[in-house]
């Protein structure tokens, strides 16, 4: 029985965390929609997060997503926590502003001693790299890595990553459409039209909005993961957007979310059984997952170097991990239950897949 919606007792947490997210209330509107509600989607597995999306869309395809990428709409790059994401693109240059700079502070030492990208080291490499895609033309990674090496700049020992990671969180490039399986590279100001500046206080601000209405309820520790600034900013945005957002306290903790979207559109018999992408923001968007992790799974579902695995939410709890594979009859899932599944339980999976197979616009079994 789902809980009520009018109550935060802890197991109702994972029950607004799947509307507010728009995994049990998704939109009818585009994938820009989705990603600028969530502020971002992490975004290192490209078709994870083509799923994270479609999944938050009513009879959205994989195709749609992709030309959301190619119309500019959306953009992957590295706005914050060293991460690659998804962010709508009137967002990114406001967002790698308030958020990269302090990853690129951070990591200044570290790069420099572990790959020799100190100043003069990257400024070579921005140069390079500047003029490979000053005609505007997508370029696929490993065709910049050709570029860097015939410039005398190495791209061994994921020194690559670094130079282009570096350069996109400078706001100088970011990632364009897939070039077959590879992923393109672009200059930002090409890419991305111009859009207003905001100031630090304002970019807090939206930040603090924008997180609490897409992850909400959630705490101020769960924003300084998830944003990777400081409590003290994470406190400012919060202490910004309090104006728009209720509190709710569950022991020593004050939980923050929009009561907008739960008044708009709580649905207690929204389906129970979702089949969520790796990295998905339901799990990776919080400091503390309990409210959908069992601490005992964790250890089954985010490894040890941080990956977290695709998994079967039933009733807002982490139940199970899925896989997916293509073969010539088209997606085959796997499945590795958690714990003892029952049959409406199973079934309910079978629906999600089918879910997966008209995104995919491929036939699908569970195996």
């Known amino acids: 029985?789902?809980?009520?919606?009018?109550?935060?007792?802890?197991?109702?947490?994972?029950?607004?965390?799947?509307?507010?997210?728009?995994?049990?209330?998704?939109?009818?509107?585009?994938?820009?929609?989705?990603?600028?509600?969530?502020?971002?989607?992490?975004?290192?597995?490209?078709?994870?997060a083509l799923w994270a999306i479609g999944l938050r869309i009513t009879d959205a395809t994989q195709a749609d997503v992709e030309q959301a990428i190619a119309n500019r709409e959306i953009v992957r790059t590295w706005p914050m926590r060293g991460t690659l994401h998804l962010v709508a693109a009137a967002d990114v240059r406001w967002m790698l502003s308030l958020m990269a700079t302090r990853v690129i502070a951070l990591n200044a030492a570290r790069i420099e001693r572990e790959f020799g990208l100190d100043t003069k080291s990257l400024a070579r490499c921005r140069k390079v790299i500047t003029r490979a895609l000053a005609d505007g033309q997508p370029q696929t990674r490993s065709s910049l890595y050709a570029t860097l090496e015939q410039a005398a700049q190495s791209t061994s020992a994921q020194r690559s990553l670094h130079i282009l990671g570096q350069l996109a969180q400078e706001g100088i490039i970011c990632q364009g459409p897939r070039i077959g399986k590879q992923p393109s590279f672009v200059l930002l100001d090409a890419w991305v039209p111009k859009s207003a500046d905001l100031s630090r206080e304002q970019a807090l601000g939206e930040l603090g909005l924008r997180y609490f209405r897409g992850h909400g309820p959630a705490t101020v520790q769960d924003l300084a993961w998830w944003s990777g600034l400081t409590l003290k900013d994470t406190q400012a945005?919060?202490?910004?957007?309090?104006?728009?957002?209720?509190?709710?306290?569950?022991?020593?903790?004050?939980?923050?979310?929009?009561?907008?979207?739960?008044?708009?559109?709580?649905?207690p018999e929204a389906a129970a059984t979702y089949l969520l992408p790796a990295f998905d923001e339901y799990l990776v968007g919080y400091k503390d997952r309990s409210a959908a992790l069992d601490p005992a799974h964790t250890k089954q579902v985010i490894g040890v170097n941080g990956i977290f695995a695709s998994n079967i939410v039933i009733e807002g709890r982490v139940s199970g991990l899925w896989k997916r594979g293509m073969d010539k009859q088209g997606a085959a899932l796997s499945i590795t239950p958690l714990r003892p599944l029952k049959k409406?339980?199973?079934?309910?999976?079978?629906?999600?897949?089918?879910?997966?197979?008209?995104?995919l616009d491929s036939p699908v079994r569970v195996l």
């Open 344 to 359: 409406h339980e199973r079934a309910g999976i079978a629906a999600a897949a089918q879910r997966i197979g008209r995104f």
């Open 237 to 267: 945005a919060l202490a910004l957007a309090k104006p728009f957002l209720q509190q709710e306290s569950i022991g020593d903790a004050t939980y923050w979310f929009d009561p907008g979207i739960t008044a708009a559109g709580m649905n």
């Open 1 to 48: 029985m789902a809980p009520n919606p009018k109550s935060l007792l802890p197991d109702g947490l994972a029950f607004h965390r799947l509307h507010n997210q728009r995994i049990a209330l998704p939109i009818s509107g585009g994938p820009g929609e989705v990603v600028r509600h969530l502020g971002a989607v992490q975004a290192q597995d490209y078709q994870s």
